[in-house]
C-alpha cells in the first residue's frame, strides 16, 4: 500500500471511531432523555407511572414545531438514502431534540442502534418508538421479528399476540404464531390460531393439512381425519379434497378407507387423472402389481391425463426398470403405444427420445425426434440431436434439410446457419452459402458467441474470394478479426491472400506470423508465411520456414512444394528447385482428404518452370 493510501485509510478509520464513540454517547443521552421524559422507573409508584403515561400521550408540537420536525426528519431521510449516515444520525437526533416522542425518529435510531451491534438499546429504542405511536403495524411487526432472530420466542409471540387484538384483520401475525407455537411445542395454541385463521380467511387446504399434522403429532387421529373430511364436505363439487383425504389416509396404513375414496371419487369422475394416480399407488402399496400397471397404461392412455402426470409416471417406470429388469424394451413399447395418438405438447415424444438416445438406440430416436420437430419446430435441443447424426454421418443434404427450417423458427440460434452454411459450401455451393452466413450474421448480437461470430466472417471472407470479390473478402475478414483477434484460421487466410495480391505485406506476414507463432508444426501456416517472406524478398528466411513446412507434412501438398522449389531458385539452388517443381507435379491430392485441387492455371505454370528451368511469376 503506497504512504498516502495508509494514511487516507487511517484518517477514514479515526474518523469512523470518532463518529462511533458519538454515536454511542449521543444515543445514550437521547435514550436517557426520552425514558426520563416518557418512561417510568421501578421506584416511581404507580400513581406517579399513570400520570406520566398520561403526559407521555398528551404532549403536542405547536404547528410551527411540528414543521421544523418533519423537515429535519425528511432531510435526514435524504442523507439516509445517500448514505451519509453521520449527517443522518445527526439530524435524527436533532429531531427528537424537537420532539423527544417522535416515533419515526426514534424507529430509524433503533435500526441505527441494530446495524452498530447495539440490540439492547435498538431494542429499548424499538419500545420507546412503539409506545410513542401504539397504531404502526410496522414498529411491532420489526420488534417481532428482532425477537425472532434472537430465538426469544416468548417475547416474539406476547408482541404478536398483541397484534392480533389490535389489528383483527391482518393475517401476518396469525401467520407467524402458528409457526412460533409450533416451536415451542404448544400444540393446543397453534390449532386455536389455526382456527382464527380459518375464520379470518376462510377455510382452505394448506390449513387444514397443517391442522391434521399437527392433530397427528398430538396423537389425535380422530380430529387429524375429521379436519380432512371437514375440508372435503366443505367444497364437495372438488374432488382434489376428496383425493387427498383418500392419500392421507394411505400414507397413515388405513388402506380400505383410502380405497373406498378413491372408489367414489372415480364413480363420480372416472377419467380424474390425479385419483387414477392416487388408486395406482394404493394398488402398488398393497403389492397388487398386475393391477398398478394396468393403472398406469390406463393413465398413459388416457387423453385426459396432463402431459406432466405422464411424464412423472414415465420417469417412475424407468427408474424402476433401471432398479430392477433393466427392460428397456418394455418400456419402449409403452412409449410407442403413447406415441401412436395425437400428443398435446412435445414433453413425451422428448422423454422418449432421451430415453433412446441414453440407450444407444439411434435408430428408433430418429423419427421420434422427427415427430418432436413437428409437433414442436422451435424445439432446438431435438434439432441439434438430429443436426448431430446428420453432420457425423456427412449427410449434407440431411444436414441442410434440418438447419434451414430453424431460422425461421429459432432464427437467434447461430449453429444452424453455420451448419447449413457450411453443407453448401462443401457441395460448392458458393451462392446458396454465402446467402445462409449473410442471414446469419444478421443475427449477431453483443450476447453471441464470438467464436461463432468470427468464423462466420472467416468463412465468409474465403466465399467471398472464391468469387473473386476480394475487397468484400477483405472486409469480411477484419469483422472476423474484430470478434476473435487471434482467429489463426483468419489470420492465415488473410495473410495468403493479400501475399498472393501483393498487397500490404507487412500486415499480412504480421499476421501470418501469429498464425505460426499459435501453431509451429502446422505446415500451411508455416508454407504461408514463408511465401510471404518470399514475396518481401527475404529468402533465406523464407526457406527456413518452408523446410519446416516440408517436414510438417507439406511433402503431400503440390503447393508447398512448388513454394519451396521457387524459394530455392531465388537462393541460386536450380538444381534442387527443379527437382521441388517436378515433385509437386507428381503429386495427386484427393479433395476427399481436405485438399483443394490445381487450377488448369497453376498446373501450366508450373509445367513451364519444369520445361523452362526457371521461375515464372505469379
Known amino acids: 500500500m503506497k504512504p498516502r493510501e495508509a494514511q487516507e485509510d487511517l484518517d477514514i478509520q479515526v474518523k469512523n471511531d470518532k463518529f462511533m464513540k458519538k454515536l454511542l454517547i449521543s444515543i445514550c443521552i437521547g435514550v436517557a432523555l426520552v425514558l426520563a421524559s416518557c418512561g417510568t422507573t421501578a421506584r416511581q409508584t404507580k400513581q406517579k407511572s399513570a400520570e406520566m403515561e398520561s403526559a407521555f400521550k398528551t404532549v403536542k408540537l405547536s404547528p410551527e414545531m411540528s414543521r421544523k420536525y418533519d423537515y429535519f426528519f425528511l432531510e435526514a431521510l435524504k442523507m439516509k438514502q445517500k448514505g451519509e449516515y453521520d449527517a443522518a444520525f445527526e439530524l435524527y437526533n436533532h429531531c427528537l431534540d424537537i420532539n423527544p416522542q417522535g416515533a419515526a425518529a426514534l424507529y430509524e435510531l433503533s435500526q441505527f442502534c441494530m446495524f452498530l451491534k447495539l440490540p439492547q438499546l435498538g431494542e429499548r429504542m424499538q419500545k420507546e418508538a412503539i409506545r410513542a405511536d401504539q397504531t404502526n403495524f410496522w414498529y411491532k411487526q420489526t420488534l417481532a421479528a428482532y425477537y425472532q432472530s434472537k430465538n426469544m420466542l416468548p417475547e416474539a409471540i406476547s408482541v404478536y399476540e398483541d397484534m392480533t387484538e389490535q389489528f383483527p384483520t391482518k393475517l401476518e401475525p396469525l401467520l407467524a404464531l402458528s409457526d412460533l407455537y409450533g416451536r415451542v411445542q404448544n400444540y393446543d395454541q397453534v390449532i386455536h390460531t389455526l382456527n382464527r385463521l380459518e375464520e379470518l380467511d376462510g377455510k382452505s387446504e394448506p390449513l387444514s393439512l397443517q ?37 392421507l389416509y394411505l400414507n397413515n396404513n388405513k388402506t380400505d378407507r383410502a380405497y373406498a375414496i378413491y372408489q367414489e371419487v372415480l364413480k363420480l369422475e372416472p377419467s380424474y387423472a390425479p385419483a387414477m394416480m392416487s388408486l395406482a399407488n394404493y394398488y402398488q402399496k398393497v403389492g397388487q402389481d398386475s393391477l398398478y400397471h394396468e393403472q398406469l397404461d390406463r393413465l398413459l392412455l ?46 413425451v415424444p422428448m422423454l422418449c427420445a432421451q430415453y433412446l438416445i441414453t440407450k444407444n438406440m439411434e435408430k428408433d430416436a430418429k423419427p421420434v425426434l422427427w415427430q418432436v420437430l413437428d409437433i414442436d419446430p422451435e424445439n432446438t435441443p431435438a434439432r441439434l440431436q438430429l443436426l448431430s447424426y446428420a453432420i457425423r454421418d456427412n449427410k449434407l443434404d440431411e444436414v441442410i434439410k434440418i438447419a434451414l427450417p430453424a431460422m425461421e423458427f429459432t432464427p437467434e440460434v447461430l449453429e444452424f446457419y453455420y451448419y447449413a452454411g457450411l453443407a453448401y459450401y462443401q457441395q460448392e455451393k ?15 448480437n453483443e450476447t453471441s458467441n464470438k467464436d461463432i461470430a468470427s468464423d462466420f466472417y472467416a468463412i465468409m471472407g474465403d466465399l467471398y474470394h472464391m468469387k473473386d470479390m ?16 487471434d482467429n489463426v484460421g483468419t489470420l492465415n487466410n488473410y495473410a495468403y491472400f493479400l501475399s498472393v495480391d501483393k498487397k500490404h505485406l507487412d500486415k499480412a506476414e504480421e499476421m501470418s506470423y501469429k498464425a505460426v507463432k499459435a501453431e509451429p508444426k502446422n505446415e ?9 517472406l518470399f514475396q518481401k524478398g527475404k529468402y533465406t528466411e523464407a526457406r527456413i520456414y518452408i523446410d519446416e513446412a516440408i517436414k510438417n507434412g507439406g511433402e503431400k501438398s503440390s503447393v508447398v512444394i512448388e513454394h519451396c522449389g521457387d524459394i530455392y531458385y531465388m537462393l ?9 517443381w517436378k515433385q509437386a507435379e507428381s503429386v495427386k491430392e484427393d479433395p476427399a482428404d481436405g485438399s483443394t485441387p490445381r487450377t488448369e492455371e497453376e ?3 508450373l509445367k513451364q518452370k519444369i520445361k523452362l528451368k526457371k521461375y515464372i511469376e505469379e
Open 470 to 485: 476480394n475487397e468484400q473478402a477483405y472486409a469480411a475478414y477484419d469483422s472476423s478479426l474484430v470478434y476473435k483477434p
Open 572 to 580: 541460386g539452388e536450380k538444381q534442387k528447385a527443379l527437382e521441388y
Open 524 to 532: 500451411t501456416y508455416l508454407d504461408t508465411y514463408a511465401w510471404i
Open 302 to 347: 388416457n387423453e385426459q391425463v396432463e402431459s406432466k402426470t405422464k411424464l412423472d409416471i414415465f420417469r417412475q417406470l424407468i427408474m424402476q426398470s433401471e432398479q430392477t429388469d433393466r427392460d428397456s424394451m418394455k418400456i419402449l413399447s409403452l412409449f410407442k403405444e403413447v406415441l401412436q395418438r395425437p400428443q398435446p405438447n412435445a414433453d
Open 211 to 247: 391442522k391434521f399434522q399437527v392433530y397427528l403429532t398430538m396423537n389425535k387421529e380422530e380430529e387429524a381425519f375429521s379436519e380432512m373430511e371437514n375440508l372435503s364436505k366443505e367444497y364437495p363439487y372438488d374432488m382434489r379434497y376428496r383425493t387427498a383425504l383418500g392419500d
Open 603 to 605: 498446373l501450366k505454370r
Open 430 to 444: 458458393t451462392d446458396e452459402a454465402l446467402n445462409v452466413f449473410s442471414k446469419g450474421v444478421r443475427q449477431i
